[in-house]
């Protein structure tokens, strides 16, 4: 069972551009990881979000964790080329991931 | 830094095979994952422990088993590999139960044929 979902699958955009991807879940967690994975490599941890409504940055990242603490998403400022990966996102207690964003930034 | 480290990046065996997937980390935690990965799929937990010789069921542990019998070592053993258990393979660990932040190894790729 997927409890997370993730929008859109796939996502290719021109470097500079600004872009936002989605985690969505039915079920309260009481926080949600985001990774980043690039190819043949295990998922490296970006960031915990912990309370509803909670914004964290990462540099021309951006992290919003949603009220409810049901959803998420990743605001990408100015995407470059290194941002290129699968972005997933995690739940705690049941351990469970979304299937990803690919994204693909393009020089 | 944490470093989680798996035996082998790339692995071929034949259906029926016994296969050891070994998984060590060297930070001392206590939680310790196997997950796979397919395309479309995401990440699928299919045992964790979190202490040495425990360990518990995920979400698709029909065909697998796993040991622990170190804290720092955690592995995985597909006791008749099948066709469809090829796929990436991922080990994480985690700090303590309540820690949720996983730290991952570079993945083993299994193709079974």
Redesign the interface.
Known sequence: ??L?EQSP?FLSIQEGENLTVYCNSSSVFS?L?W?RQEP??????LV?VVTGGEVKKLKRLTFQFGDARKDSSLHITAAQPGDTGLY?C?G??R??????TRLTVKP | DVK?TQSS?YLVKRTGEKVFLECVQDMDHENM?W?RQDP??????IY?SYDVKMKEK??IPEGYSVSREKKERFSLILESASTNQTSMY?C?SSLSQGA????????TRLTVT
Do not use: I, K, N, W
């Open positions: 069972t997927q997370l699958q926080s990881q990774y043949g490599e295990g998922p490296v941890l915990t997933l995690a705690a207690e351990m469970r991931f979304g299937a990803g | 989680v990046r994952f997950y479309g799929l995401g990440l699928r937990l964790f995920g979400d991922l994480a949720y932040e996983q730290y991952f190894g570079p993945g």
